[in-house]
């Protein structure tokens, strides 16, 4: 079995900071890689400041989080993890872009490296099958955010040896989280759950059942759901809610999985959620308010 000392983070987003958050606290040396200068800057940034919330709140002492942030080292080059054991992919949920990814780790990471993916929906098979080592090739999907949510969901693909599995499982259980096994099919299980639900909120609204506002409202209190749906999908992304639903209507085939023309309007216009300032809310202003 690999034994992890160095885990790298492809990708310094809101996934990808919080999987080198939870990683680099639990003593894990971490590199952090994105293509863009800015979204590393960012992303050290957050880690920081959910870190000092943590000291705030007493869920982690000054020194603990002193010592992580100094295991976290931020690149922009894939050539950062060429000593990284573990590497965890957390880019856009495009499969183009996670293949191109892969193909380019493949050339600089030591062989014995395991590589994973946080993809939320694309097939787990598929991905590995552009490396060359899809027998250490695995799934792990983190949740939204990470340094809170407890759950992973681990997702092995046709290949994938028990050996990985293994490794990997000691890793999320050293990381503090519990992790749930999932099939190889689209979207899983916590998205070909909740995302469909996400769609037909939006079909709600779309089709005037609702307003932004009585829709979350009605599920909050009569679901006893902590957020809305809507609210929910401007805080995972519109954009990756559409593409999570194209995947489940592309590899299911069944018209239930369509995406609602409006979540498509939405996310043509810009209008990504709390990312981009506007969603099913606006979030120019000091609060929240809806868009429609």
Not at 36 to 52: D, V, W
Not at 204 to 220: C, F, H, N, P, R
Request: aromatic share 6%.
């Amino acid at each position: 079995m690999t034994e992890i000392r160095t885990v790298g983070v492809i990708g310094a987003g809101q996934m990808g900071n919080g999987i080198a958050h939870v990683s680099a606290l639990a003593g894990y040396d971490v590199v952090l890689s994105d293509v863009s200068e800015t979204a590393l800057k960012a992303g050290m940034e957050t880690i920081e400041r959910n870190m000092s919330r943590q000291v705030a709140r007493e869920m982690i002492t000054l020194d603990q989080m002193q010592a992580a942030l100094k295991r976290i080292r931020p690149s922009a080059s894939v050539k950062a993890h060429e000593a990284s054991d573990l590497i965890i992919e957390a880019a856009t949920e495009k499969r183009e872009v996670k293949e191109q990814i892969f193909r380019a780790l493949c050339e600089v990471v030591p062989a014995h490296a395991l590589l994973a993916t946080n993809t939320s929906s694309i097939s787990i098979t598929r991905l590995a099958s552009v490396t060359d080592r899809p027998d250490r090739f695995i799934g792990l999907h983190f949740m939204n955010p990470v340094p809170l949510m407890k759950l992973v969901e681990v997702i092995r693909g046709l290949n994938t040896e028990q050996a990985t599995y293994d490794t990997v499982i000691g890793y999320t259980k050293s990381i503090g989280k519990t992790t749930t096994n999932a099939e190889d099919y689209p979207a899983f299980i916590v998205n070909r759950i909740l995302m469909p639900m996400i769609n037909e909120a939006v079909y709600t609204l779309y089709e005037g059942v609702g307003s932004v506002a009585s829709i979350d409202t009605a599920m909050k209190l009569g679901a006893n759901h902590p957020m809305g749906p809507l609210q929910l999908a401007d805080f995972i992304g519109l954009d990756t809610c559409l593409s999570i639903m194209q995947v489940l209507h592309d590899g299911l085939a069944d018209t239930k999985y369509r995406p609602c023309p409006l979540l498509v309007k939405f996310v043509e216009a810009g209008w990504l959620g709390k990312k981009s300032g506007k969603g099913f809310y606006d979030y120019s202003g000091d609060a929240p308010v809806p868009s429609r």
